[in-house]
Nanobody
Framework: QVQLVESGGGLVQAGDSLRLSCAASGRTFSRYGMAWFRQAPGKEREFVATINLSGGNTYYVDSVKGRFTISRDNAKNTVYLQMNSLKPEDTAVYYC????????????????WGQGTQVTVSS
């Protein structure tokens, strides 16, 4: 069982930066591929980024490439999402998710989810 708790969301202006954190419980964090998803009002949950077990491989949706960086610290059981050059279209609730052994782009593949943190970017 893994419990995930996100933090770091907030209200910022376009062009600003935020760093989201997702703290995981348990001693097996390093066995889980991790990902960030987001969901804007009235829209489906959207893949943002994923990172493999060691943190050596990452993958991003095209709309955030070059602006967002996913990373993890297995010693701290935490995954991060550094978001730079934020745009109003990045406004959403951001969720972290864990999938045993590897991440994917599909939310239905993930075993555990956090409660989400709101990110609002004003123009």
């Amino acid at each position: 069982q893994v419990q995930l708790v996100e933090s770091g969301g907030g209200l910022v202006q376009a062009g600003d930066s935020l760093r989201l954190s997702c703290a995981a419980s348990g001693r097996t964090f390093s066995r889980y591929g991790m990902a960030w998803f987001r969901q804007a009002p009235g829209k489906e949950r959207e893949f943002v980024a994923t990172i493999n077990l060691s943190g050596g491989n990452t993958y991003y949706v095209d709309s955030v490439k070059g602006r967002f960086t996913i990373s993890r610290d297995n010693a701290k059981n935490t995954v991060y999402l550094q978001m730079n050059s934020l745009k109003p279209e990045d406004t959403a609730v951001y969720y972290c998710a864990a999938r045993l052994y590897s991440g994917t782009l599909h939310p239905g593949d993930y075993h555990y989810w956090g409660q989400g943190t709101q990110v609002t970017v004003s123009s």
